[in-house]
């Protein structure tokens, strides 16, 4: 084995370990309500995180159709629309809106 290959091992390790640990003993802590709703509302504060900024740089020059397609999906899904019908909406509208802009 090179280095290589034990350098990708370690890393495995390293960063598996971290998250085996709490998967096993999460069901075995009580915590109380509020850190508990707090935990249940991490996974969407770092898809917001990883979202937002792709949101405003999916096209340099036309920055607010990104924007504009993030209002559409979020409507539809406050509107508790499916997600594949987000997504072809979505699709859809921006496609017609980015058809729309060399007119104006």
């Given at each position: 084995?090179?280095?290589?290959?034990?350098m990708?091992?370690?890393?495995?390790?390293v960063t598996?370990?971290p998250?085996?640990?709490?998967?096993?003993?999460?069901?075995k802590?009580?915590?109380?309500?509020k850190t508990?709703?707090?935990?249940?509302?991490?996974?969407?504060?770092?898809?917001a995180?990883?979202?937002?900024p792709?949101?405003?740089?999916?096209?340099?020059?036309?920055w607010?159709?990104g924007?504009?397609?993030?209002?559409?999906?979020?409507g539809?899904?406050?509107?508790k629309v499916?997600?594949?019908?987000i997504?072809?909406?979505?699709?859809i509208i921006?496609?017609?809106?980015y058809?729309?802009i060399p007119?104006?």
């Amino acid at each position: 084995m090179n280095a290589v290959n034990l350098m990708i091992l370690g890393c495995a390790i390293v960063t598996f370990i971290p998250r085996l640990v709490p998967a096993i003993f999460v069901d075995k802590i009580k915590f109380s309500p509020k850190t508990e709703k707090f935990l249940n509302l991490l996974p969407y504060t770092a898809l917001a995180a990883l979202i937002c900024p792709g949101v405003l740089t999916v096209d340099s020059k036309l920055w607010y159709i990104g924007l504009i397609g993030a209002l559409v999906a979020a409507g539809l899904s406050w509107k508790k629309v499916p997600l594949g019908a987000i997504v072809i909406l979505t699709v859809i509208i921006l496609i017609i809106v980015y058809s729309i802009i060399p007119l104006i």
